[in-house]
Nanobody
Framework: QVQVVESGGGLVQAGGSLRLSCTVSGLAFDDYAMGWFRQVPGKGREGVASMAPAISKTHYASFVEGRFTISYDNAEKTLYLRMDRLKREDSATYYC????????????????WGQGTQVTVSS
């Protein structure tokens, strides 16, 4: 069974940086994708960035605008999200997810989710 555990959230000033980590255990095959999503109270969860490690491809939401970088350490089975030039509107609970890739950059209702980590950007 795949388990996903995020860490690295916190409070940061606008314009600052933060790195989120997501450790995945129980991976059994190569055709998978992993990604970061975020959610604020009262709104739906939205995709931020994702990648398919086996083919070394990444995908970003348009609002990222080059500020975030997703990466994966295969030896450590850890997914990272480096966030630079943070804005107040980036404040949210960030979730890591895992799914069977199959060409889908955001997965579907079958995603395996972590518990989330809070990111708060102050002005």
């Amino acid at each position: 069974q795949v388990q996903v555990v995020e860490s690295g959230g916190g409070l940061v000033q606008a314009g600052g940086s933060l790195r989120l980590s997501c450790t995945v255990s129980g991976l059994a095959f190569d055709d998978y994708a992993m990604g970061w999503f975020r959610q604020v109270p009262g709104k739906g969860r939205e995709g931020v960035a994702s990648m398919a490690p086996a083919i070394s491809k990444t995908h970003y939401a348009s609002f990222v605008e080059g500020r975030f970088t997703i990466s994966y350490d295969n030896a450590e089975k850890t997914l990272y999200l480096r966030m630079d030039r943070l804005k107040r509107e980036d404040s949210a609970t960030y979730y890591c997810a895992y799914w069977t890739y199959g060409g889908s950059w955001w997965g579907n209702e079958g995603n395996t989710w972590g518990q989330g980590t809070q990111v708060t950007v102050s002005s």
